[in-house]
Nanobody, 120 residues
């Protein structure tokens, strides 16, 4: 069974930056497309970035130019660098498997997520 542990969230002012990290254990990480999802209060969970095993990357339009996803197959980690954060980025962020080209396909169980709060 695959488990994900997300870290790096926090409280940041608008325009600030955070770097989220997800460590996956179990399964064949290196061949999977991975993604970062988020869920804001009262909203459905959405996929904001995906990265294939060959580093093909896609982003939700609202985060393009501000977020950067990367992966380290040796360490089985996925990272999300978030710059120029906005209040609307406030959410709990999770990592999970994803489909190609930002396909919503979270096949693994959800971790506890990491809270990102953007507020002045």
């Amino acid at each position: 069974q695959v488990h994900h542990v997300e870290t790096g969230g926090g409280l940041v002012q608008p325009g600030g930056s955070l770097r989220l990290s997800c460590t996956a254990t179990g399964g064949a990480f290196n061949i999977r497309t991975m993604g970062w999802y988020r869920q804001a209060p009262g909203s459905q969970r959405e996929l904001v970035a995906s990265i294939t095993s060959h580093n093909e990357i896609d982003y939700l339009d609202s985060v393009k130019g501000r977020f950067t996803i990367s992966r380290d197959n040796f360490r089985t980690t996925v990272t999300l660098q978030m710059n120029n954060l906005k209040p609307e980025d406030t959410a709990v962020y999770y990592c999970n498997r994803a489909g190609l080209h930002l396909g919503y396909n979270p096949l693994d169980s959800w971790g506890q997520g990491t809270q990102v709060t953007v507020s002045s």
